[in-house]
């Protein structure tokens, strides 16, 4: 079965970090750029980051850039994604999802991205 399952949501203090995992299983990694997207209640979908098949080039909104980073480990089929700074106005479900390629830092075009997970809850709360 080909799915992706994300992990490593909860709940953290403003200024804390967490660390979202994205692993594949029934596929490999390897060929996909994946990106990362939330989803507030209320608010639309937003990407937040993306990071190419091999990991050479990473890609964030405005909105966490700088407090955020992307990588992955092709010998887990795991992407990551660590929050850093976190603030209440990232709390949102975290999804990841497959697609062909990064696009920008700003552009995240959903419908190109293909095998969506479940999602992990993030709640910045104090």
């Known amino acids: 079965q080909v799915q992706l399952v994300e992990s490593g949501g909860g709940l953290v203090q403003p200024g804390g970090s967490l660390r979202l995992s994205c692993a594949a299983s029934?596929?490999?990694?390897?060929?996909?750029?994946i990106g990362w997207f939330r989803q507030a209640p209320g608010k639309e979908r937003e990407g937040v980051s993306c990071?190419?098949?091999?990991?050479?080039?990473?890609y964030y909104a405005d909105s966490v850039k700088g407090r955020f980073t992307i990588s992955r480990d092709n010998s887990k089929n795991t992407v990551y994604l660590q929050m850093n700074s976190l603030k209440p106005e990232d709390t949102a479900f975290y999804y990841c999802?497959?697609?062909?390629?990064?696009?920008?830092?700003?552009?995240?075009?959903?419908?190109?991205?293909?095998?969506w997970g479940q999602g992990t809850q993030v709640t910045v709360s104090s």
């Open positions: 999802a497959t697609t062909k390629i990064c696009y920008s830092d700003n552009y995240y075009p959903w419908s190109r991205f293909g095998s």
């Open positions: 990071i190419n098949s091999n990991g050479g080039s990473t």
């Open positions: 029934g596929f490999t990694l390897d060929y996909y750029a």
